[in-house]
C-alpha cells in the first residue's frame, strides 16, 4: 500500500501550522498586564488562599468564575508568574487553531480547514492577546467548540440528545468565562428561522447553558451568600463605567454608529484581515453561496448586535469598541477569508492565492511587533526588591499596588498603602509615583482625583531613585 508523502499528509500539516502558532506566540510573549489582568491574578490567588470573593467588590471581573479558577488551578501547579497567568488563554488560542481546521473540514473540506488553521495560526489580534490573562479568547474558544458540536450534530444526523446537551454546557462554560458567549443565541435564532424547523433537540443546548448557570449560582450562593451576585454586580458596574466614560463615546450620531466599521479599517490587528474578510462575505452574499450561510449566521448577528445592541439587560449601555471583543466571531469571518482565498477563481487563474497569503502573514507579524504592550511591568520589577524590603509604609498608586503583589507572588511583607485623599501630613514613609500607572489609571477612570502631591512633590520628600527617561518611576522619602 503506497503512504502519503507527509507534505501531502493534512494532519502532519496541521501540526506543522500549530507548531508555527505556537512559536509566533512565544516569540511575542507578553505576560502580566495593568488593569484587568491584575485583578484576575488577585482573583485567582484569593481562591487559592481561602479568601473566596469580596462580596463588596465593585468589579464585573471577580465573578468570571472560569478565568479566575482556571487561573488558580494553573498557579497551584506553576505557581504565580507570567506564563502559569497566561498558560490558560495561550491553550484555548492553539486550541482555536485546531478547532478552526475541523470546522473548515466539517463544512468545506480539509483543504478549506488547513487554510484557515494557517491564517489563525499568525491572525495578529489573536497572536497579541494569546499571552495575555484575559477572557475573549478561552470564552470564544469553548463557545465556538460549542458551536462545533451542534453543527456537526446536525450535519451528521446524529439524533443523539446528548451531543446537543454537550454544545450547551461547553457554551455554558464560555459564559462562565465571559459573559459575551451568550450572544451566541443570536446565531441559534437566526439558523433555526434560516432552516424553518425547531427540533425538540434544540431545546437541550439552552437546557445545557441552564445548568451551568444553576451551578454557578450554587457557587455565588456559597461564596457571597447571594446567587445573583454575578449579574448584580457585572450590571451595576455596567451603568456605572458606561456613564463615567460617557457610554464610551457610543451614542454620538452618526460617529456612534460607525466605531466597528472604522475600527476594522484603523486597528492595526484587524485591518489587514477585516478588509479582505468584508469584501469575502460580500461576495458569498451576491453569489448566494448556500453553503457559507451558517457561518454568515453568525457573523453578521454577531457583529451587529456587537455594534449597536446593550450589554446591560435594564438600560441601553452599548458595547464599548474593542478589538478583542471581535473574538466572538473571529472564526466564521477566518472560515470566510479561506474560502474566498481558495475558490475565487480570479485568485486562482492569476496564482495570487499565495501572494495573498504571504502578504497577510508579513503584515500581521509586523502589526504584531508593533503592538508594543510587553514588559509592561519590566520597570517595576527592577525596583521591585527594593521597595518590598522597606521597613516603613509605602504610599504607591493601585494598580502598582497589585503590580507588586503580582511580582512577589502575594508574598510580600511590605506595608503597601495606597494614597490617601491627602498626602501633605505623610511622613516617616515612602512615596512611590509611577507616572505610567498614574496616566494609565486616569485614562481608565477619567473621574478620579488624586492627591495634588503626585504631580506637584512636595520640598520635604526625598528623592531617592528614579528610573526611566520618560513617565518615570519615582521613590522619594517622606520624612
Known amino acids: 500500500m503506497k503512504q502519503t508523502p507527509l507534505y501531502k499528509n493534512k494532519k502532519f500539516l496541521l501540526i506543522l501550522i500549530v507548531l508555527f502558532g505556537i512559536i509566533l506566540r512565544l516569540a511575542f510573549f507578553t505576560g502580566m498586564t495593568i488593569s484587568d489582568p491584575l485583578a484576575y491574578s488577585k482573583a485567582a490567588n484569593d481562591i487559592n488562599i481561602g479568601k473566596g470573593i469580596d462580596p463588596a467588590s465593585t468589579l464585573t471581573l471577580s465573578t468570571r468564575l472560569g478565568i479566575v479558577y482556571a487561573t488558580a488551578f494553573s498557579y497551584r501547579i506553576f505557581g504565580i508568574n507570567d506564563f502559569s497567568s497566561v498558560s490558560f488563554t495561550l491553550l484555548t488560542s492553539i486550541g482555536s487553531i485546531i478547532l478552526i481546521y475541523y470546522f473548515g473540514k466539517l463544512l468545506f473540506d480539509e483543504n478549506i480547514g488547513l487554510t484557515a488553521a494557517f491564517l489563525l495560526s499568525f491572525f495578529p489580534l489573536d497572536v497579541v492577546y494569546s499571552t495575555q490573562l484575559v477572557s475573549d479568547i478561552p470564552s ?38 465571559r459573559e459575551s458567549a451568550l450572544l451566541i443565541a443570536l446565531f441559534f435564532v437566526a439558523y433555526i428561522l434560516y432552516k424553518r424547523k425547531l427540533k425538540f433537540q434544540y431545546f437541550m443546548v439552552p437546557l445545557g447553558v441552564l445548568i451551568v448557570i444553576m451551578l454557578e449560582m450554587l457557587v455565588f450562593m456559597n461564596l457571597t451568600g447571594d446567587p445573583f451576585f454575578r449579574f448584580t454586580t457585572s450590571q451595576d458596574y455596567l451603568k456605572e463605567a458606561s ?6 463615546g457610543r451614542l ?33 452574499l451576491m453569489q448566494r453561496k448556500k453553503k457559507t450561510y451558517t457561518l454568515l449566521l453568525w457573523l453578521i448577528p454577531l457583529l451587529i448586535y456587537l455594534s449597536f445592541g446593550s450589554g446591560s439587560l435594564t438600560k441601553y449601555v452599548p458595547f464599548r469598541a474593542v478589538d478583542r471583543y471581535t473574538m466572538i466571531f473571529t472564526i466564521p469571518a477566518i472560515l470566510l477569508l479561506a474560502l474566498f482565498l481558495k475558490t475565487n477563481k480570479f485568485i486562482e487563474k492569476k496564482k495570487l492565492m499565495t501572494f495573498s497569503i504571504g502578504i497577510l502573514m508579513l503584515s500581521s507579524i509586523f502589526a504584531a511587533y508593533l503592538h508594543d504592550n510587553r514588559n509592561q511591568l519590566g520597570r517595576l520589577r527592577e525596583l521591585s526588591a527594593e521597595i518590598l524590603a522597606f521597613q516603613k509604609p509605602i504610599y504607591i498608586d493601585e494598580r502598582s499596588l497589585l503590580a507588586l503583589n503580582y511580582i512577589s507572588g502575594f508574598k510580600n511583607s511590605a506595608d503597601l498603602r495606597q494614597y490617601p485623599d491627602d498626602m501633605s501630613k505623610i511622613s516617616d514613609s515612602y512615596v512611590i509615583i509611577n507616572a505610567e500607572m498614574i496616566r494609565n489609571l486616569k485614562e481608565a477612570n477619567p473621574a478620579i482625583i488624586l492627591p495634588k502631591e503626585t504631580e506637584k512633590i512636595p520640598s520635604s520628600w526625598q528623592l531617592i531613585k528614579e528610573t526611566g527617561t520618560k513617565e518615570k518611576i519615582s521613590i522619594y522619602e517622606a520624612r
Do not use: C, R
Open 140 to 177: 470564544a474558544f469553548f463557545m465556538s467548540l460549542g458551536v462545533y458540536v451542534f453543527l456537526y450534530s446536525e450535519i451528521k444526523n446524529k439524533t443523539n440528545y446528548w451531543s446537543y446537551l454537550l454544545s450547551g454546557l461547553l457554551i455554558g462554560i464560555g459564559y462562565l468565562i
Open 243 to 248: 456613564a463615567l466614560h460617557n457610554y464610551f
Open 252 to 284: 454620538d450620531f452618526p460617529i456612534g454608529l460607525l466605531h466597528y466599521p472604522w475600527m476594522f479599517l484603523t486597528n492595526e490587528l484587524l485591518s489587514a484581515f477585516y478588509i479582505f474578510a468584508s469584501f469575502a462575505a460580500l461576495y458569498f
